[in-house]
């Protein structure tokens, strides 16, 4: 097993073979890495579709919110 497929998960892929060559601790650092940049990306895109709906009347936010997420 290579010290690289704990970032299977978080790549969703088997990840590069020349990440074989860091440590564990530099692994775990790396995924957590990922880990962050997806939840701050999430909580952008959150704020940037919020902002966009301060576009649209009041009255049809919420049906406009449950066709983009149903």
Same mark, same amino acid.
């Given at each position: 097993?290579s010290? !690289?497929?704990?970032? +299977?998960?978080?790549? #969703?892929?088997? %990840?590069?073979?020349?990440?074989?060559?860091?440590t564990? +601790? @530099?692994? @775990?650092?790396? *995924?957590?890495?990922? *880990?962050? +940049?997806?939840?701050?990306?999430?909580?952008q895109?959150? *704020?940037?579709f @919020? !902002? !966009?709906? #301060?576009?649209?009347? +009041?009255?049809?936010? #919420? %049906?406009? *919110?449950?066709?983009?997420? %149903?």
């Amino acid at each position: 097993m290579s010290a !690289a497929h704990p970032l +299977a998960d978080e790549l #969703g892929s088997q %990840p590069l073979p020349a990440l074989d060559a860091l440590t564990t +601790a @530099e692994i @775990e650092l790396l *995924r957590q890495s990922i *880990r962050a +940049a997806r939840v701050h990306q999430k909580q952008q895109l959150a *704020r940037a579709f @919020e !902002a !966009a709906l #301060g576009h649209i009347p +009041a009255l049809l936010r #919420g %049906p406009v *919110r449950k066709i983009l997420f %149903p």
